[in-house]
DNA sequence: TATGAATGAGGGTTCATTCAT
DNA sequence: AATGAATGAACCCTCATTCAT
């Protein structure tokens, strides 16, 4: 087994590689040696750092949600109203969303990986769970500061998101037709001011 | 090649067959035997019917959207109030999501397969085109008959389906704590009143 | 799964393309591509009748013992001083094996499996169980008979298989030099007159 | 290259572990990873002492034949009536070989390489031949003490080896079955006793 | 119409061997 | 002298697809 210098360098190096193709290709269609081409190596060399294509898939998996919420703590921690911050945060997703368009396909592909298996689902539940809290508690400071009304904090906080989700796959549909910064502000703009209110 | 009449036993039966092994396993990891098995046939035969694995698996795509929208024309005929109507389909949709819960996988995959081929995109987009028509159209005669206010309709939609959309996955992952019934219903009455609106 | 008579046609002729082929090669060396073309078949259609290759050499193993013993029971119920019966058993025993030449290394290669693996082992001991008593109750008949004098007779046995066994070996390494016929035949001679007895 | 004097102290080393792993494994399903480990070295040092994992194994066999026969030499030296010094050494050689059982399966992966490979086939002759040679040359000072009546000397030390390498096959099958140390010493005494003899 | 039988073309994984340090 | 790292070459097994019956 490579010494833990080596395998810091390797293993991104790797699942960079993987990230790239598996998206040209989807998880199956992808071969390793497509991956091995991919990040210059030999397909034996994959195997000593990861012990099998599904290993690898899931440490791909890890690392998509690992990194994805970095940002929202950042998002909790920040000055300014509430509503303010979450609609710059709303934009920015959805720019990054549109930037990262290559690899929507896996994201899309760990969907049904989780909903057909009890291994990769727990991973991605855990991800949006700790997603769905960060929102939640950003909207619960609205709330506790008098900016936002009281209301289903926790169910707002999915609605949200699923405007985030939702948007994605039209989006890639019809990226030409669909304005999802736009949308996604007005969206997010309408659920904080009118969810769960009588109108 | 068989004669019409057998076809049109045979194609829905292997269809079947293929939609429910195509769930549990994912369209690679599945074998043609398992879709044999799975429809009382054998593999060869399933041949005289879907010339390749790709085609069955287009044919299944091309089934899987016709169905879903023969509901939608019956909903801009119906009687009543424009917002009745959408929230009593909200409803309908999500209730239906929930009980075919077990082909969530496919539509997943669908999504990914549509995010890399050109071919899938364009089958998927037509679907989901016609689908924001049908939702705009309704919207648009709330707007005419003065019951909502006149807002962006195409992007209103779009936003609703986005609701739709992304409340499958975050249900799909936890089936027990998210209430997409309530949250859909909420959410869509929330952005048919305040959609666009100064707030 | 292939119906039963093509079974019946395939599996010797698999059966003897690898006897072949492990023959010259031994089991680890011999690719199932060799087994295949040796069969005039494709690869693909060996594991149509064994699951693996671990399978095929089991099954080669149950045939390669179960031929063996069939003569046995002839000599058993054959006529004649048992002494004599023996005795041209075992020059036949030696001729066949001489004809064998080719396969002597199969025959190796089940002791060096039988001697680490205890699946292989139960099968193997089995078969020399079945053949120790076999000879012993030949020398029975001829104790009871009083051709032969009382010693122990499933000794007697054990040392003439080993006969048997051990000159196999021997001639194997130099076929021109050891002439197991007679050697076979005045040792088990010498054994059958002098085993147990005081000298 | 490694000094002489790190030759001497590694290549026992690495032929100790050899035989170990050979033993539990075989030769082929032995790998390079798995001599390296129980010799506690690494894969690449192996190969600084055996260019290949083949001249290993022939280096094995060397030496596992060469160890056999340093006693042989006492044997004939030693003083007493040849019969009774062969019977002693019968035994000592079976409670040797059940000593090694673990190492048995390696003697029987020499036979079967050594009938399918001439260059093996040379090399265990060779040993085998030798060990004859001593065998007949201690029956030969028996004859011509008078101890022993003349016959066949070569064929006679062929018999006995003969039943040594047979023994130690359904030893093998069956320890707890056969008495091998009894059985030998009363097949031995047998043969040169009678062998030849017109009985 | 239906299928038992067959197979070509891979794909994941392993491993003996090499080499720079 | 020793080894961590890398890899080319295989090999077992699978599977979409074909075809004779």
Avoid at 47 to 76: C, G, H, N, V
Avoid at 130 to 145: D, M
Avoid at 151 to 163: H, R, T, Y
């Amino acid at each position: 087994m490579p010494r833990p210098d080596m395998r810091a360098e390797r293993i991104p190096q790797i699942l960079d590689a993987a990230l790239l193709v598996f998206a040209r290709s989807g998880f199956d269609q992808t071969r390793m040696e497509d991956i091995a081409e991919q990040a210059g190596l030999s397909k034996a060399t994959i195997y000593l750092y990861f012990s099998s294509k599904d290993e690898l898939i899931l440490a791909l998996l890890k690392r998509f949600f690992d990194q994805s919420f970095e940002a929202l703590t950042a998002l909790q921690t920040a000055e300014g109203p509430v509503a303010v911050r979450l609609l710059e945060w709303t934009r920015q997703r959805m720019a990054e969303m549109q930037a990262q368009a290559a690899f929507l396909s896996i994201g899309f592909e760990f969907h049904a990986l989780a909903a057909r298996q009890e291994t990769s689902r727990q991973l991605v539940r855990q991800s949006y769970a700790q997603y769905r809290r960060g929102i939640a508690a950003l909207i619960q400071q609205g709330v506790e500061q008098g900016e936002l009304q009281a209301i289903n904090v926790e169910e707002l906080a999915v609605a949200i998101i699923s405007i985030y989700e939702g948007l994605t796959v039209l989006w890639m549909l019809e990226p030409g037709t669909v304005d999802v910064v736009g949308v996604a502000e007005q969206a997010v703009r309408a659920l904080l001011v009118c969810y769960g209110r009588d109108n």
